[in-house]
């Protein structure tokens, strides 16, 4: 029986996957279809050679706090060390291509960010020699710092700044993504998986704030359209905090679908934004999703709703809307391993994995993953090795076995009540079905499915 449950989460995860075909941009842009033909079927060529991709920079570690103690900051350089290290400790690294990180341009910044921002958080003392001295001390002037408890210097409470390196660290990280973005979306590297921090996807227009100065998955979802021409983008977030500076950014863009997966518990957690009911405006109506976790930690979320969330609303609205590359904001603060104000759900690195595969049949394979949050060491390299390896297109048949007995352990009572319910509110859309459960969902997730269901279109 456990065979051939297997051999049918094996078909079905076949059935999500598409032909990776190379990248069309600009004016000879068509849509990439999903389709069940066989490569002797089309007339694109697929590329075997292609490598995935890795990048991480040293200047990146600078980012600390001057009191010197990372025990009172979950967001430090031991976070992309650790990573580095067991990439390397598993052999991963050396599958991969390395590339080299590159720090983002003042002009690059400021395809997302206002000038006074990037000024103001992009520049150092050194640095600033080089510019307008005038423009510059007038914005500097208007900078506010609050002394934290350990001693140290924030632009909030939990946001350190280090005067000599934050800037410098943060426009690495932007840069390293956008690179690296530019790479798998010429077609150079399959795909690719950048180590950076600090992370981005709280940082908005105007304000650095939860860890944040520079959102690097929107300064490169930006530039692929301004220098690329990529007329589809996919934003995944699965952080366990809302990416409310990435909503932000694209909230009016139909050409960027920002879908996001948090907990959320009724706006009580971090930042408080990401609500069901937020799906975009104007022309962007529909094209922001986002999969609001309630009702605490009784159970905390685990891999069980992560997968039946991407079978039932993240999977069948991506490959509606078709995208030419996907970004991924990465963060692990979702894995178990967490304390309840930094996270508190119980999602294994193996289902990270899984759901990186599921990504990987979209948009010929084109997916880039930017670490964003996450905190718990052992955690955070479970999650990030496995990963890598679905990149790598190492699977396991021990990860499918696990994650059968995950979703058996969800009780099947939900299942028909939930499929009823998700049927009757994407049924009211001409161009959408439900897809099969394969878990059941807590009731508290029926609003959630609902509300996507019933607010989502293209």
Same mark, same amino acid.
């Given at each position: 029986e456990k065979q051939k449950q297997l051999q049918q989460l094996r078909r079905q995860t076949a059935h999500m996957e598409t032909l990776a075909v190379p990248m069309m941009l600009g004016s000879a842009h068509r849509p990439l279809f999903r389709t069940q033909s066989s490569p002797a079927s089309t007339s694109l060529t697929v590329c075997l050679c292609?490598?995935?991709? !890795?990048?991480? $920079?040293?200047q990146m570690l600078k980012h600390q706090c001057t009191c010197g103690d990372n025990s009172s900051h979950p967001e430090h350089a031991g976070r992309i060390q650790s990573i580095w290290s067991r !990439? /390397? %400790? @598993?052999? !991963?690294?050396? /599958?991969c291509e390395t590339i080299r990180g590159r720090k983002a341009t003042l002009e690059e910044l400021q395809s997302v960010h206002s000038e006074r921002h990037v000024l103001l958080y992009g520049t150092n003392p050194l640095n600033r020699l080089k510019l307008d001295n005038r423009k510059l001390a007038g914005i500097l002037s208007q900078r506010m710092f609050v002394m934290l408890p350990c001693g140290g210097v924030g632009v909030d409470? $939990? +946001?350190i700044w280090n005067e000599s390196h934050t800037s410098t660290a943060s426009r690495m990280a932007a840069g390293s993504v956008t690179e690296l973005a530019f790479r798998v979306a010429k077609g150079e590297l399959k795909n690719g998986f950048a180590v950076v921090r600090p &992370?981005?996807?709280?940082?908005d227009p105007s304000n650095p704030m939860g860890f944040c100065y520079f959102n690097s998955v929107a300064i490169a979802a930006k530039q692929l359209q301004q220098k690329l021409s990529a007329n589809k983008i996919l934003i995944v977030d699965w952080d366990v905090h809302h990416g409310n500076g990435t909503q932000e950014v694209f909230y009016n863009d139909p050409s960027v679908l920002y879908i996001s997966l948090h907990r959320y $518990? $009724?706006? *009580?957690?971090? &930042?408080?934004s990401g609500g069901p009911a937020e799906v975009g405006s104007g022309a962007g109506e529909g094209f922001n999703v986002n999969v609001a976790w309630t009702g605490g930690l009784d159970p905390p979320m685990s891999d069980a709703e992560y997968i039946a969330a991407f079978r039932t609303v993240v999977m069948p609205i991506a490959q509606e809307f078709s995208p030419d590359v996907i970004l991924v904001s990465s963060g692990f603060d979702a894995a178990e391993g967490h304390p309840a104000p930094l996270g508190g759900y119980k999602v294994t690195g193996k289902c990270f994995g899984f759901l990186t595969r599921q990504l990987m049949? =979209?948009?010929g394979g084109r997916v880039i993953m930017a670490l964003e949050g996450g905190h718990d060491l052992t955690a955070i390299c479970d999650a990030s090795e496995a990963c890598v390896s679905a990149l790598l297109g190492i699977e396991s048949v021990n990860v499918l076995e696990d994650l059968i007995i995950v979703v058996q352990r969800r009780s099947p009572s *939900? !299942? +028909? %009540?939930?499929?009823?319910?998700? @049927?009757e509110e994407w049924e009211k859309l001409p161009r959408y079905r439900c897809a099969k459960l394969v878990?059941?969902? &807590?009731? @508290? =997730?029926e609003a959630v499915i609902a509300a996507n269901g019933a607010s989502t279109k293209y």
């Open positions: 292609l490598v995935a991709g !890795l990048v991480y $920079d040293s !990439l /390397q %400790e @598993r052999g !991963l690294r050396g /599958q409470n $939990d +946001t &992370p981005g996807h709280h940082a $518990d $009724d706006g *009580n957690f971090f &930042p408080g049949g =979209l948009a *939900n !299942l +028909t %009540e939930l499929e009823g319910i998700c @049927r878990a059941s969902y &807590p009731k @508290r =997730l």
